[in-house]
């Protein structure tokens, strides 16, 4: 599945890569959420998403989401993100914070303009449990580089929320001063068992 309904908001699945390997990741309960299959035999490309997409209109929101980061594929997000803001529709994305590192390079202006949203998991309070819980194929690296995505984000994006999933290994108070002193939003999502 590659576009699906859930409430009035459509979710965008373009790939199932990730840098990450987190222990609560939602991938290692199923096959997909709200009754969809999520896993894809190959990633679509543009103009398949975009026809999956069809009229934006009705929604309220369109997410780039999981079974994967879906900025590890930056110019799909580009393109299909201009499609839908044509529709003059909020576009937001769910990403993991380390497309800077999987590209090289800053790649976060340009998201300006055709992103309203961007919501980054930071998962833990320091490099070393975020390491813990993720597995980032960038080792202790990735966290400091996802708060430094975080703070370019700000930058170009109205938007910005650093999320934590509510397991008992990170201290949520902490995190959520993480979130104050960058001067973002921050939510709290419930495990998903
Ligand atoms: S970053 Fe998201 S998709 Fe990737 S392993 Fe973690 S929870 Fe799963």
Redesign the pocket.
Known sequence: MIAYALGNKLYLNITNR?????S?????QGPGVGGYYLWLDEEPTTQEVIEAIGDPSEYEEVVFC????PLLRIHTVLEVAKYVKGFNVPVRI???G?ANLAHGENIVPELEGLVDTISI?L?AENSAKYDQI??SEFGEEAFEALLEFTRECKKYIPNVILSV?DIPEIDVEKCRAIAEDLGVDFRVRAYIK
């Open positions: 990730c840098t990450n390997k987190c609560f990741c939602i991938r290692n999981g079974y994967g980061e769910d990403t993991n380390q998991s998962n993720c597995s999933v």
